[in-house]
Nanobody, 120 residues
Framework: QVQLVESGGGLVQPGGSLRLSCAAS????????MGWYRQASGKERELVAG???????NYADSVKGRFTISRDSAKNTVYLQMNTLKPEDTAVYYC??????????????WGRGTQVTVSS
């Protein structure tokens, strides 16, 4: 089995920073693209940032210049550095990854999510 586990969420004041981590574990043979999504209360889940195996990145317009996605392939981990946080960044943040398992089956996996709350 493959699991994605997020960490690093919490409560932060506007203008503050948080760093999210997401580690893949289990029967991981290789990982393709990885990304972070978020879902605010009453809204649809949206892509925040993505990173390919080769390191190419893309961001939602709302976070460009404030958020940075990175990955450590040796650790099967993706990070999201979030700076200059705004109240509208409040959401549950989910990790997503395209993973080929040892049985050579490829699937997209989701983590359970981590809450980020930006409030004074």
């Amino acid at each position: 089995q493959v699991q994605l586990v997020e960490s690093g969420g919490g409560l932060v004041q506007p203008g503050g920073s948080l760093r999210l981590s997401c580690a893949a574990s289990g029967s991981v043979f290789s990982i393709n693209a990885m990304g972070w999504y978020r879902q605010a209360s009453g809204k649809e889940r949206e892509l925040v940032a993505g990173i390919t195996y080769g390191g190419s990145t893309n961001y939602a317009d709302s976070v460009k210049g404030r958020f940075t996605i990175s990955r450590d392939s040796a650790k099967n981990t993706v990070y999201l550095q979030m700076n200059t946080l705004k109240p509208e960044d409040t959401a549950v943040y989910y990790c997503n990854a395209g993973i080929k398992a040892y049985d050579r089956q490829f699937n997209y996996y989701w983590g359970r999510g981590t809450q980020v709350t930006v409030s004074s």
